[in-house]
Every structure is written in structure tokens, then in C-alpha cells.
């Protein structure tokens, strides 16, 4: 059966890859908005107040602002009404909570919706150990410039959360950055109006204790003290920082008050209040439970991607970290080895399918070689002119071989079974060899112990910004982590552009494996679980032809990536086994699980977090983590670019990688891991070659010798 057909692919996940990434940004926006750091506005400064009417700012600090004329009251006299902004919060509420419940004193509690919906429990608390709740908005914003429809979102979501965590509504509302009735301007009479007009009362204080400045307990309980025996509100604060003061000098006020006869309470007990709350409706208790859960799961999906971030910038300074090190414990053992020419001849496989505009250039610069060799070309069943060009050379030392089409695999087997000699050598139709590379990689096989090298592929067609991507990518990849590769002894693949092989050992282990896309991964994997060591051979140079378009590109990587998945998954038993298999099977296995699919899938995540910081979050912080990132690449690019002799020119495309091709990549990891789960066999994609990477080998092989 042909394998170069399609197949159906999966896509079901993309909706709800989609579905996903909403929620995320949903829920991020409910956490910025609940925490003040979305759509919230500070204090505006005060005005005039020509249209505040006189008793509004020279009556009582509860003003009832719903009829035509206001009508103001305050606490009897020597009654104090203890009033708390800002919470609930989970450090300093419950301190505050026991203080008072030790002097067996009652207060309000003016809660923000947003803290209700975080600290549920705390509400809860409050009411069960007697205390008065009262609206404080849902974000802390100022309602004098915050309009009707803001005003109503506050309200409404505040009640909504005192409906399930306080199972009750309140009539009271303390504006926040409000003051003592005298400091009313028009501002606040209009956003007052607007407050009566849905049924609310305004309080306001009479005393400041200034807590929110940290003065110092004993200036905050001068600040709370009255100065007659007139009552009194008194402003405090049980959340908004440290409220380590305010419990010191609820300590001392509360006693001297008693002590020369005050009464201290709540708002409503003060001044004679009746029906400030209420039981809310069933319905409305559901629309509580619904907000809280939202917010509660906003809290948490924030949380866990702060962790997710964290942990991400860790992982990938660890492995920056380890590619150095092992880079230069390799380049110090290399340049400490002298490799001794070999004689041994080597049989170059050319598994080909449609690869006519290339094959001669394989060919010849196969030919150019300074080592004894013989090249076989493996036709698989070509529907172009491949065969014809391959045949009408008439090169020496070069056979054809044509079979039916069977995929690369089959077309490698043919080959092996075909070889004539122990070393074999394998390319890719595509690929151009430079004169020294087979006898380069034939040198090390002197070493017994040695099944396999990798070569060091190259793109040839670099030019554009995809094509500098793609080579800023070969690079680092064949430059550095083959390198850690190679030190650590956990190879994962020696790559279809250039890689050398032990006939006897590829025999050993059954051939080249035919059941998975990624067959040089692997028959890489399977030489290692058989005790063969891989290693890595910078000298041995080939070029490439990378995709030219990013549908090129995501056809070649989707199958590398499920084709390595497929390969993990054969050879999973490594983890567990001993010697140079559980090398693989416990450093390069849990490697490429880690970078290659989980920070891949996890990404997607990352970067909707990364767009909401910038936008809507901690901008400064966003952008000195992305150059952060930045840099952890930069630096192991320019290592590896000077270790290869490269020109660091295109270098200065390494920050564009993180968009659209960084994306694309973790799409089609994505897209790979819906396509395993599925059950779906992927087809070889076969790429469109083109040959724009011959005109360019040629000229940079001069510059580099």
C-alpha cells in the first residue's frame, strides 16, 4: 500500500484547544477585575459642592439619600459605631475577630464583593460571630466618577456575593474614599443620588484613625478618640496591608472608652437602624454561588499559571544551564582526540522518493568524498523523473535500486539488506555532502563500542526569515544538544540528513523499524536499548534543503513530532532497563517528554497569560520575563553559532522566532498528541523539493574553509 496518502486528521481539539484559551483569558480578566487591576479607578480629588444639599454635609454620617431632601443620622451620644474597610482578609480579619470578640464588642464590616468572593469563609464568620456586613464595592473603585452602569455592576456583584457567603443583603454602602459628611461634593452627592435611587443608605465616619498611613498606635487611637461626648463612626481597617497597628490600638481604645462609659457597636445598633438587611432569594443566593465559584477558579487558574511560569523559567534556566556545561565538556574532550583515518569502505544509502531536482547534487558530492565508498539509490516507487535522472548519470560506483513505493523505512532496508560493506552510511535524497564528511564519520567506528554517529546537518536554503529561523534552529539544535546528547549518552536520533550506522548492529536490532514515522529516531533508540553507544560528529557536514513555506514546514514537523512520539512510546521499557538503555531511558526519554511536549502543550497557556500581563497586568514584569527568556536563547545561540564557524547575522531573527514560529511549533506538537490519541496513522508528507539550497552550499562551504 502506498504511503504517501492522506489521512483524516483529528480536529475536534482544536475547539477546544480554543474553548480553553477563552476560559483562561475569561478567567483572567475576573481575577484582574476582582483584584483591581482591570477597569478599577483610584480616588479623584475633590470639587465643588454648589448642588450638595446643606444637611447632607452637616447632619449625620448616615445619609439616607432616597427621597428628594436627605435625611442624615448618626450614633446617640456616647455610642461609637466601629466600623471596618477593605476586607475580608485572611491575615488580618480573623486577628481583628478575636480582638473584638475578647472586649465582647461588635462592629461593621464593610466588605468588598471581590474579597467576599475570595474568602467565603470569612464572611461567614463575621455574621456567625454577630457583626454587621455592608456593601464596599466589588473592586474599591470610586463611585463618583464610576457612572450608573459601573455603579450598578458594584452593587450588583457585591450583593450577589454577600447572598451566598453572608446569606443576606444589606442596604448599607460605604463609598469607597469617602470621608466625614463635610467633604461631600457634587461628585459624591451624584453618585449619593444614585445610591438612594437603588434603595441604599450612604455611611460615612466622623473619625479617621488614619490607620491606612501607619502613624503608629498611638496617634490611631488619638485619631479614634472622640473629643466630646457627641457619637461617633470611627473609620477603620481590617485588610489593604500590614493592620498590625490597628489590632494594637483596638487593644487600648476599646477599654478606655468603656471606661468612661461608652457604648461601641455596630451601624445599625448605634443609631437606631431598622431593616438595613435582609434574607436574599434563593435565586440570588444561586447567582452568589456562581460568582464565588468563578472567582474562586479565576484565583486558582492565576495561581497555577504564576506556579506554571515560575516553574517554566526555572526548567528553562536548569537547562541552559546543563546545555553549556555539557557543550563544553564535549568541545574539551573533542579537541583533547585526534580521530586516526580509517580505510574501512562505507555503502551511502540514498532512500528516494521524487527527489529529481536534487538527486544529481546528492551524487555528486557523495562521489567527492576522499573515503572509499559505493552509493546505492533506493527508488521508492518515484512518480517523477528520479529513477530516469539516477540512471541516465551512469556515475560510477553508483546503484539503482526501484521498488514500489513502501516508505522510507522499507527503502532503508532494501538498502541494508543490499550493503556490502559493515559501515553504512544514510543521507536523504535531498542532501548535499561535503567532501570529508563519510570519512569523518567512518573515523569513529574505530571505537567498537560505537553503533551510530550523528552528523551535523545544515539548512542550505537560508534565506528569508523562515529559512533563518530554520537555520538559527539546526544550529543550536545540532551544536548544543547534540552535544549534551552525546555526553550524557542518551542520543535520541541520528538524523535522516547524515547518519552512519554498523550494518551488523542496525541486523541486530531487526533493521530500520517500518512502524513509526520517525524511523531514524527509531532505529536510534532501538541501537541504544541493544548496548550500542550513538555519539555526535560535528565534522561531518551535511546540507540540507529545509521547507521553503510554513505549510511545508508543518507537514515535515508534524511528522517528526508524532513520529517521535510513536518512538517514545515503543521504547518506553528504556526507563526501566539497565546499562546505555536506561541512559536513554531515564536522561533522553523524560528530556524529550519534558521540551518537546509538555512545555509545548502547556505553552499555548503561557502565552495567553503573557498577552493578558502585558495588556491588562504587570506590563514591566511581562516584558523583563520575555527578555529574560530572550536571553536564555541568545546566549547559547551565539555559543553555538561561534562553534560552528557561523556568521551571527541572522542571529537577528532569534527574538522574531517567538512569533508565529514558535506557535507554529507548539501546534503541531498539539496537533500530534490529538492525532496519537486518536488512533489515527498519520501518512508520510512527503515535501515539495525545490533546490534552493544548492546555490548556497557551494559559497558558504568556501567561507567556513
Not at 562521489?367 to 512518480?383: A, Q
Not at 530516469?388 to 526501484?402: G, K, N, Q
Amino acid at each position: 500500500m502506498a504511503r504517501h496518502l492522506r489521512a483524516r486528521q483529528p480536529r475536534a481539539h482544536w475547539v477546544l484547544l480554543v474553548a480553553v484559551l477563552v476560559a483562561v483569558a475569561g478567567l483572567l480578566t475576573v481575577q484582574a477585575v476582582m483584584n483591581g487591576g482591570l477597569g478599577a479607578e483610584g480616588a479623584s480629588p475633590n470639587g465643588t459642592a454648589n448642588n450638595v444639599p446643606a444637611a447632607a454635609r452637616e447632619g449625620g454620617a448616615v445619609i439616607d439619600p432616597r427621597g428628594d431632601t436627605p435625611v442624615t443620622v448618626g450614633p446617640k451620644d456616647k455610642m461609637l459605631a466601629l466600623t471596618f474597610d477593605d476586607g475580608p482578609d485572611p491575615e488580618w480579619t480573623p486577628k481583628i475577630l478575636e480582638t473584638l470578640a475578647r472586649h465582647n464588642v461588635r462592629a461593621t464590616f464593610f466588605i468588598t464583593g471581590a474579597s467576599a468572593a475570595k474568602h467565603p469563609g470569612l464572611v461567614e464568620e463575621i455574621i456567625l460571630r454577630g457583626h454587621e456586613v455592608g456593601h464596599h464595592t466589588t473592586t474599591h473603585t470610586d463611585l463618583r466618577t464610576a457612572g450608573e452602569s459601573r455603579t450598578w455592576m458594584e452593587l450588583r456583584a457585591t450583593d450577589l456575593a454577600l447572598a451566598w457567603t453572608a446569606n443576606r443583603t444589606t442596604a448599607l454602602v460605604r463609598p469607597p474614599y469617602a470621608a466625614t459628611p463635610e467633604s461631600v461634593d457634587d461628585l459624591a452627592w451624584q453618585s449619593a443620588r444614585r445610591l438612594g435611587a437603588d434603595g441604599r443608605l450612604v455611611v460615612l465616619s466622623d473619625l479617621d484613625s488614619q490607620d491606612w498611613r501607619k502613624p503608629g498606635v498611638d496617634a490611631i487611637v488619638a485619631n479614634s478618640t472622640p473629643r466630646d461626648d457627641r457619637g461617633a463612626i470611627l473609620l477603620m481597617h481590617d485588610a489593604g496591608g500590614d493592620r498590625s497597628e490597628t489590632v494594637a490600638a483596638l487593644d487600648r481604645l476599646i477599654p478606655d472608652l468603656h471606661a468612661r462609659g461608652w457604648t461601641i457597636g455596630t451601624v445599625s445598633t448605634t443609631t437606631g437602624l431598622q431593616d438595613s438587611g435582609a434574607v436574599p432569594g434563593l435565586l440570588a443566593q444561586l447567582g452568589g454561588l456562581l460568582l464565588v465559584g468563578i472567582v474562586q477558579l479565576a484565583e486558582f487558574v492565576a495561581g497555577s499559571l504564576e506556579v506554571v511560569l515560575i516553574a517554566a523559567t526555572a526548567v528553562a534556566a536548569l537547562r541552559t544551564l546543563l546545555v553549556l556545561l555539557t557543550t563544553g565538556m564535549h568541545v574539551r574532550r573533542v579537541r583533547g582526540k585526534r580521530l586516526r583515518p580509517v580505510r574501512y569502505p562505507v555503502t551511502v544509502l540514498v532512500p528516494a522518493y521524487n527527489e529529481a531536482k536534487g538527486i544529481e547534487a546528492t551524487l555528486r558530492s557523495i562521489l567527492r568524498s576522499r573515503h572509499p565508498l559505493e552509493v546505492i539509490v533506493i527508488d521508492d516507487g518515484s512518480t517523477d523523473a528520479t529513477a530516469r535522472v539516477v540512471r541516465d548519470l551512469a556515475l560510477p560506483r553508483v546503484r539503482l535500486i526501484r521498488q514500489a513505493n513502501a516508505g522510507k523505512a522499507a527503502a532503508l532496508n532494501t538498502g541494508v539488506a543490499a550493503a556490502r560493506t559493515e559501515l553504512i552510511v544514510m543521507v536523504d535524497g535531498d542532501t548535499v555532502l561535503e567532501e570529508d564528511a563519510v570519512a569523518t564519520l567512518a573515523a569513529h567506528f574505530a571505537d567498537p563500542t560505537i553503533g551510530a554517529v550523528s552528523g551535523n546537518a545544515k539548512v542550505g536554503n537560508r534565506g528569508g526569515v523562515l529559512g533563518r529561523w530554520q537555520h538559527i534552529e539546526y544550529v543550536i539544535g545540532f551544536n548544543l544538544d547534540r552535544r549534551m546528547y552525546d555526553v550524557l549518552q542518551c542520543m535520541p536520533t541520528v538524523p535522516g540528513a547524515i547518519g552512519a550506522f554498523r550494518r551488523s548492529a542496525v541486523l541486530e536490532v531487526g533493521g530500520v523499524g517500518e512502524d513509526t514515522l520517525a524511523e531514524d529516531t527509531d532505529l536510534t533508540m532501538a541501537l541504544e536499548r541493544d548496548g550500542w553507544r550513538v555519539i555526535y560528529a560535528e565534522g561531518a557536514v551535511a546540507w540540507t534543503e529545509a521547507p521553503a513555506t510554513l505549510g511545508q514546514l508543518w507537514k515535515q514537523r508534524y511528522r517528526w513530532c508524532y513520529g517521535t512520539l510513536q518512538a517514545v512510546w515503543k521504547h518506553r521499557r528504556a526507563v526501566i532497563e539497565p546499562g546505555q538503555s536506561g541512559k536513554l531511558g531515564r536522561r533522553g526519554l523524560p528530556y524529550l517528554l519534558l521540551f518537546q511536549v509538555l512545555l509545548p502543550v502547556l505553552a499555548p497557556i503561557v502565552d495567553v497569560a503573557a498577552v493578558f500581563g502585558l495588556l491588562a497586568g504587570d506590563a514591566k514584569t511581562t516584558v523583563l520575563t520575555w527578555l529574560g527568556f530572550l536571553l536564555m536563547q541568545a546566549i547559547p545561540a551565539v555559543i553555538a553559532f561561534r562553534l560552528d564557524g557561523e556568521r551571527l547575522g541572522p542571529l537577528w531573527a532569534l527574538p522574531l522566532q517567538q512569533f508565529v514560529y514558535r506557535q507554529l511549533m507548539y501546534l503541531v506538537v498539539i496537533q500530534s498528541l490529538a492525532t496519537a490519541v486518536s488512533g489515527v496513522r498519520l501518512p508520510w508528507h512527503k515535501l515539495e523539493r525545490r533546490g534552493q539550497h544548492l546555490a548556497f552550499v557551494g559559497q558558504d562551504s568556501e567561507h567556513r574553509h
